[in-house]
């Protein structure tokens, strides 16, 4: 590392703690710039979102080719706490940290508290928040329908100025220290509040909380029954803020992601007119879930309800079991698929993610209870 790439990174990490982004942002591009190491994209590419950064500091709001995200300055309305069921807020203290977090429980857990329930860990994208990424994803009417339990972290100011989970960080993406480790008590907490089926505890998140849900398959698989990124990225193929970016920009295979498979069933959903966090990226989640099984392939086209096309892969071990699955959202950017335009981050006009997740979910409880 030479000795001027090195003061630019430390320049931009003082900035990003006194919340100087644009000015942080702009020392990260010029040590990009400097470094050798990171491929640059052909001239043609539209991948050129440098200054898109909210999966580690921050960054504009993206616009879809499918239709205009919900701007995130716009304040977002709470999700509502009058429908059936409970939608409440307490705070978890693990390690010494503590972070709020809010919990929905469906009315006949509440009638019949002893009934074990699946459970559904959603984390949220930067500058998001539980209510935010509740009312936008619509997790809570599926959990209503369906009968399932769904608690929404939110990540804090002094952790990430942004409230960017820290996926690209070594001691964040370890089984007994930093977010992962939160994290997964946060679950153990859940249960013990309520009566959760411990063979159907799952994770989904967008961007940032799609990545550190990746994270979490491969560090609490005795946890975790199945995984569903949107928009995220792989586990591993960051380790600082100048990886973090760089992969984001260029995608990266998944020989730099972890070398251990987490072998747990997974779903990704991934716009290919992305230009926050690359495409590729999706190809590299799957490949870190899967490893070395051999599989079957089986694609097909389709278009959701309101004109959306897509394409859906589904991946099957020799003995016929799902292992896998890939949407990818032809002209769709940065944003949840067929979510609620009241919340940021959603694209009204995908088919829904929410429900294929859950679809996916139920699918697949864990066969074996560590």
């Known amino acids: 590392m030479s000795a001027l790439f090195k003061k630019l990174i430390q320049e931009a990490t003082r900035l990003t703690r006194h919340g100087s982004l644009q000015e942080a942002t702009r020392a990260i591009q010029q040590a990009l710039g400097r470094a050798t190491a990171a491929p640059k994209p052909p001239a043609a590419s539209p991948w050129k979102a440098a200054s898109d950064v909210i999966d580690v500091v921050a960054r504009p709001m993206p616009q879809p080719v499918s239709e205009p995200v919900r701007p995130l300055h716009t304040p977002v309305e709470p999700a509502s706490n009058d429908g059936p069921g409970e939608f409440t807020e307490a705070t978890f203290t693990h390690a010494g940290t503590a972070r709020a977090y809010k919990l929905y429980t469906p009315p006949h857990a509440i009638a019949q508290p002893a009934q074990p329930l699946p459970l559904v860990l959603m984390l949220h994208g930067c500058t998001q928040n539980p209510d935010d990424f509740a009312t936008g994803t619509g997790m809570n009417a599926l959990a209503l329908e369906h009968g399932f339990v769904v608690v929404y972290p939110a990540q804090n ?34 249960t013990r509040l309520r009566a959760i089926d411990p063979a159907r505890v799952y994770v989904a998140g967008l961007s940032a909380g799609g990545a550190m849900a990746s994270v979490l398959g491969h560090t609490h698989p005795d946890v975790f029954a199945a995984v569903g990124v949107h928009s995220g990225l792989a586990c591993g193929v960051a380790s600082n803020v100048i990886s973090a970016l760089s992969v984001m920009k260029n995608g990266r295979s998944a020989a730099g992601a972890t070398s251990k498979a987490s072998k747990l069933p997974t779903i990704v959903f991934h716009g290919d007119a992305d230009k926050t ?19 079957t392939a089986k694609t097909s086209e389709g278009q959701a309800a309101r004109g959306q096309s897509y394409t859906r892969t589904t991946y099957q071990t020799a003995d016929g079991s799902s292992i896998a699955e890939n949407w990818t959202l032809h002209g769709a950017g940065h944003a949840w698929s067929g979510g609620s335009a009241k919340g940021s981050y959603t694209d009204p006009l995908g088919p829904n993610a929410s429900a294929e997740m859950w679809r996916f979910f139920a699918e697949h409880p864990r066969k074996t209870v560590h």
């Open 277 to 295: 966090v690359h495409p590729h990226n999706a190809e590299a989640v799957l490949q870190t879930a899967i490893g070395q099984a051999t599989t």
């Open 157 to 190: 100011q002094k952790a990430n100025a942004q409230r960017c989970w820290n996926w690209f960080t070594p001691a964040d993406q370890q089984r007994d220290t930093g977010e992962a480790a939160w994290l997964a008590a946060l679950v153990h907490e859940v």
